[in-house]
């Protein structure tokens, strides 16, 4: 009996830990489009491609908002801004006359970047050209509208790379890009970390690629307690390269297939746990073709089944030792979805942004999702 109520016992204190290291979500609350947006702002039909940041006291988020969510030459990037969560004001508006996709912000040296690259006109081209770059004077110090001017410029040397993630590193930016050129061709596989001394000019960090696997893109990455960096890149056709590399040799990934794909990935760091907030294949893996198929085939076997099946939006933690990520719940979202975005309100609480077609039809496949009305919502994750 004794025996009996110590094993009870253990049970119960194991499954409180368990509970207690898993996060909950509050309901989504509808936010582009919404009458909480100010009034000069005029939302298309595809609202999506969405980040968020805060700085002084200040939370900005930016997002694409176009005809359809193939490129676009009307698309146009918005940023808006608010203290609370609650009311939001109007910050900057920037349109080229081409498609405009992949928003990022960076803080650095007590100034606030904003990044994303100019694409095609026609939506069967992706074709990026430049890596925008707006920087803004005075930003979130006082509560008028269109607080600071801001400039907008195309940062040199990086025609063709697409962004995808900036973040601080022992005091210095560090900048994922991948070369977008021919991507759904005879794609030149390269996804390179960049670093800079004032957030415009930016230098590879080493003579070759860390990436050069065909159909390399979205190199999401972020740091562990030690220092050490993880990265998920998706392999466009297949599934996913989970890399680490080591604090001492940032440039060097070790890399480690999984059939897994993580589109429009975002990691961040919670406590000695590392998690990502991704989209994820509700009809299993990436990867259904045949390994006796010639690559391209395969790929394109890949990329038409994945296409044509339902699709959500999920959080998972990391797993070091079976070097993959472990499902810990899925998200609001349904056909086109993702592109999330994650932002710490304090220790134990973020805000996760995240775009999706109407949530009441969650079976829509993606291809579909692609040609109807998205929307993005937030919510907040809590631990």
């Given at each position: 009996?004794?025996?009996?109520?110590l094993t009870l016992?253990?049970?119960?204190l194991c499954w409180?830990?368990?509970s207690?290291t898993?996060?909950t979500?509050?309901?989504?609350?509808l936010l582009?489009?919404?009458?909480?947006?100010?009034?000069n702002?005029?939302c298309?039909?595809s609202?999506?491609?969405?980040?968020?940041?805060?700085?002084?006291?200040?939370?900005?988020v930016?997002?694409?908002?176009a005809?359809?969510?193939?490129?676009?030459?009307?698309a146009?990037?918005?940023?808006?801004?608010s203290?609370d969560?609650?009311n939001?004001?109007?910050?900057?508006s920037f349109?080229t006359?081409s498609?405009?996709?992949?928003?990022?912000?960076l803080v650095?040296?007590e100034?606030?970047f904003f990044?994303?690259f100019?694409?095609a006109?026609?939506?069967?081209s992706?074709d990026?050209?430049h890596?925008?770059?707006?920087?803004?004077?005075d930003?979130?110090l006082?509560?008028?509208v269109?607080?600071?001017k801001?400039?907008?410029?195309i940062a040199?040397?990086?025609?063709g790379?697409v962004?995808?993630?900036?973040k601080?590193?022992?005091?210095?930016?560090?900048?994922?890009?991948?070369?977008g050129?021919?991507?759904?061709?005879?794609?030149q596989?390269?996804l390179?970390l960049?670093?800079?001394e004032d957030?415009?000019?930016?230098k590879?960090?080493?003579?070759?690629p860390q990436?050069?696997?065909?159909?390399?893109?979205?190199?999401?990455?972020?740091?562990?307690e030690?220092?050490n960096?993880w990265?998920i890149?998706?392999l466009?056709g297949?599934?996913?390269?989970?890399c680490?590399?080591?604090?001492?040799?940032?440039?060097?990934?070790?890399?480690?297939?999984?059939k897994k794909?993580?589109?429009?990935?975002?990691m961040?760091?919670?406590?000695?746990d590392?998690y990502?907030v991704?989209r994820?294949?509700?009809g299993?893996?990436?990867?259904k073709?045949?390994?006796?198929m010639p690559?391209?085939?395969?790929?394109t076997?890949n990329?038409a089944s994945?296409?044509?099946?339902?699709?959500?939006?999920?959080?998972?933690?990391l797993?070091?030792e079976v070097?993959?990520?472990?499902?810990?719940?899925?998200?609001?979202g349904?056909?086109?979805?993702?592109?999330p975005?994650?932002?710490?309100?304090?220790?134990?609480?973020y805000y996760v942004?995240?775009?999706t077609n109407?949530?009441s039809?969650p079976?829509?496949?993606?291809?579909?999702g692609q040609?109807?009305?998205t929307?993005?919502?937030y919510?907040?994750?809590?631990f």
């Open positions: 009996m004794k025996k009996y109520f016992i253990c049970f119960f409180n830990l368990y207690n898993n996060p979500i509050s309901e989504p609350t582009i489009p919404s009458p909480s947006l100010p009034s702002i005029i298309n039909r609202n999506n491609n969405v980040d968020i940041i805060k700085f002084n006291n200040t939370y900005y930016a997002w694409r908002s005809r359809v969510h193939f490129p676009d030459k009307e146009v990037m918005y940023i808006i801004s203290k969560f609650i939001w004001k109007f910050e900057h349109k006359g498609d405009l996709r992949e928003p990022r912000f650095y040296q100034k606030l990044y994303c100019e694409g006109k026609v939506m069967y992706f990026p050209k890596i925008w770059i707006s920087t803004v004077e930003a979130g006082n509560d008028s269109g607080r600071g801001w400039v907008d410029r040199p040397g990086m025609d790379y962004p995808w993630r900036l601080i590193h022992n005091g210095k930016p560090l900048f994922s890009a991948y070369w050129k021919n991507l759904y061709g005879a794609h596989a390269q390179r960049f670093d800079s957030g415009i000019h930016w590879p960090i080493s003579e070759e990436i050069s696997v065909t159909g390399s893109e979205e190199g999401e990455f972020e740091f562990d030690a220092g960096m990265c890149v998706r466009e297949e599934g996913a390269m989970l680490y590399a080591d604090k001492d040799s940032l440039a060097t990934w070790k890399m480690y297939h999984t794909k993580y589109d429009s990935s975002c961040f760091r919670h406590g000695k590392i990502l991704a994820r294949n509700r299993g893996n990436a990867e073709a045949p390994g006796w690559d391209g085939i395969r790929r076997v990329l994945y296409s044509f099946t339902p699709k959500t939006t999920a959080l998972y933690r797993n070091t070097k993959d990520f472990d499902w810990v719940m899925d998200l609001p349904c056909g086109d979805n993702a592109f975005a994650v932002v710490a309100i304090d220790e134990n609480n942004l995240n775009y109407e949530l039809n079976d829509i496949t993606w291809f579909s040609f109807q009305k929307y993005i919502y919510l907040r994750l809590s």
